[in-house]
């Protein structure tokens, strides 16, 4: 029932050219908060079993568990059955959970969520709702923020749910790795939202033959994985545009890659410390053009985005979008950085514990500080 308003608009929308006016009813419903997660949640468990990848659980309660596991219920990340039951058969010693880690990763998503998402959500907010007013600047620096502000909020809240799930003895997968220092779309797919990614390649691409299937097979079970991840979102053309564009560059990047081993495999056109950036900065600037579909209201704001985007324009930037965009851009490229040395390089700092705790209030103060007069909520709740 989650596609039914969709098709039913659709099919009414086309009738209604014919003279058929309302063919279909629309639903008015409200949709259960994470549906999409626990409805995947589920169907990983059902197709695991009938690949005979785990055995079935006889008992309903831990099922249940698995399931409806609240920390990560209403927005991922997305848990399997074989890798979540087997953590149930574990005893839960207090002495062994992890408090520090736990406290650490609470308080990067708090940061994530309130002091970045939620004061970029004002400027995406005012210029997406109407385009028409501002101009080329001003709409780039509104989907670069809505980027971050997902990023922020979705990762923020992953976040929160990782440390929640500690303090109760249990380990979820990670989800987000550093996603704006991939160096092309396919490694940032493999940054971002890394469950629903290894969802999608477990139980679709390779359901539809993956690689194996031949040349053109696989380049269209590659395009149409995508697709499904952009209808997985939401029943909305723009987010099948979105979708579909994705699938399109991971097509584009894969013929490439096959093209460059098979008649140039050790082209190296420029230095890899010159090329590593350049490589880095072209991939977020496709991402934050793609992510104009994501966020559009309609497909026709979508277009004037675009065109506006492409097309210079002037108008529409004030100071203050400047002013809060500016250093929530810079905090991500600085979390980014550190986040490159601590989990690429592996230089994690581990202070002692009465100095981390000592930074406990201060870090306090400065998140009443920088925490909006605003409550949002995370955005994939909708999802």
């Not at 949709?31 to 659980?57: A, H, K, M, N």
């Not at 249940?64 to 596991?69: G, I, R, W």
């Not at 980014?336 to 870090?363: A, C, N, R, T």
């Amino acid at each position: 029932f989650k596609y039914y308003n969709f098709f039913a608009d659709s099919i009414n929308l086309f009738l209604g050219n014919f003279g058929v006016k309302n063919a279909l009813p629309v639903l008015h419903i409200i949709l259960p908060v994470g549906i999409s997660f626990y409805t995947f949640q589920s169907l990983s468990y059902t197709i695991d079993v009938y690949r005979g990848q785990i055995l079935p659980e006889k008992s309903f309660l831990r099922f249940a568990l698995f399931v409806s596991f609240f920390p990560q219920l209403v927005a991922g990340p997305i848990v399997t059955a074989k890798t979540f039951l087997p953590q149930l058969d574990t005893i839960k010693n207090l002495t062994e959970i992890r408090f520090r880690k736990a406290i650490r990763y609470f308080i990067l998503g708090y940061i994530k969520k309130v002091v970045l998402s939620d004061n970029a959500a004002p400027i995406v907010e005012k210029i997406f709702a109407d385009p028409t007013n501002f101009g080329t600047v001003a709409l780039w620096l509104a989907v670069t923020l809505f980027l971050i502000q997902i990023y922020c909020d979705f990762s923020g809240y992953t976040d929160m749910a990782y440390a929640s799930a500690l303090l109760l003895g249990y380990e979820l997968p990670e989800n987000f790795r550093m996603p704006f220092i991939a160096r092309s779309v396919t490694e940032h797919w493999r940054r971002w939202h890394i469950t629903l990614s290894t969802w999608l390649r477990d139980y679709v691409y390779i359901s539809l033959g993956g690689n194996r299937a031949g040349a053109f097979r696989h380049r269209f079970n590659l395009w149409f994985t995508m697709f499904v991840a952009g209808f997985w979102h939401g029943a909305a053309w723009t987010f099948i545009i979105w979708g579909s564009c994705q699938g399109t560059i991971l097509l584009i990047e894969a013929l490439y890659g096959s093209f460059k081993e098979k008649h140039f495999p050790n082209l190296q056109i420029l230095p890899e410390k010159i090329l590593a950036p350049i490589q880095i900065f072209l991939t977020c600037l496709i991402s934050v053009a793609v992510a104009t579909w994501f966020r559009a209201e309609s497909v026709s704001k979508g277009w004037v985005m675009w065109k506006k985007m492409f097309f210079f324009n002037e108008g529409g930037l004030r100071p203050y979008m400047l002013k809060t965009g500016i250093p929530v851009i810079l905090c991500v490229i600085v979390g980014h950085w550190l986040g490159y040395q601590i989990f690429e390089k592996k230089k994690e700092w581990d202070p002692p514990v009465w100095l981390e705790f000592s930074f406990y209030p201060v870090i306090a103060v400065g998140l009443a500080l920088l925490t909006p007069d605003l409550e949002l909520p995370f955005i994939y709740f909708q999802f």
